[in-house]
């Protein structure tokens, strides 16, 4: 694997994403080890799931038969796009934030937006993947716009999970009450104005960070 990745100009990008990770796990040690409270350990789990989109979304694009393969490809980039909310939901653990015993809030601030940062780095890497994946089949304009709306399909999914406490498997668990739920917001948006909310706002600020990083990437690649 590690083999693959260096071959394929990815092995950097695992590094980062493992150092990082594995700072974030520290951090969250040092808090239980400091205060003897479990308080911030299901980041953990969080952070597990974003990277999940990240590991589906580079297992693809590491494995060019699948990609010749229209309809297995078309099956993992829906079962990414389930997974794909968990990684930029990690923002919303900053609900969790308050005065918590021992430790100092400035430390907590820290660790849940380390939490955070890494998860929108494993979100907005796996949408650049998928963006690869789809050079072949569409012009950079049509890619741009279906990032934006990946971005925004994103925020509605953080809507579900954060608020109605949906998770990613109840598409098999309890499809039909996941659908419910779904239909009745597109179908009666108005009376669900925290839904659209969540998802406008989210969204908007998840692309404002994505196409500010890509920017900075230009700007750097030009220089």
Not at 149 to 167: M, V
Request: aromatic share 18%; net charge positive; with cysteine.
């Amino acid at each position: 694997m590690i083999a693959l990745l260096r071959e394929k100009n990815y092995l950097n990008e695992f590094l980062y994403l493992a150092i990082a990770s594995t700072l974030c796990f520290l951090f969250s040690l040092f808090r239980v080890f400091f205060t003897d409270s479990s308080a911030y350990l299901f980041l953990n789990w969080n952070l597990f799931l974003a990277f999940a989109p990240w590991a589906l979304s580079i297992f693809v694009l590491l494995k060019p038969k699948i990609q010749t393969k229209k309809r297995t490809l078309i099956l993992l980039l829906g079962v990414w796009l389930l997974f794909f909310p968990n990684a930029p939901y990690i923002l919303t653990d900053l609900f969790h934030l308050t005065n918590r015993g021992a430790m100092p809030k400035w430390f907590d601030l820290i660790l849940i937006l380390s939490f955070a940062w890494v998860g929108l780095i494993f979100a907005f890497l796996s949408l650049r993947h998928i963006e690869k994946l789809l050079v072949p089949m569409m012009s950079q304009k049509w890619i741009a716009i279906l990032s934006s709306s990946l971005l925004f399909i994103g925020s509605f999914g953080i809507y579900l999970g954060r608020y109605l406490r949906w998770n990613s498997w109840d598409i098999v668990q309890h499809p039909f009450d996941l659908m419910y739920d779904v239909g009745n917001r597109v179908v009666s948006p108005f009376e669900y104005p925290r839904a659209w909310g969540v998802t406008i706002f989210m969204g908007i600020f998840l692309n404002m960070i994505y196409w500010s990083l890509k920017l900075i990437k230009k700007q750097v690649d030009q220089q």
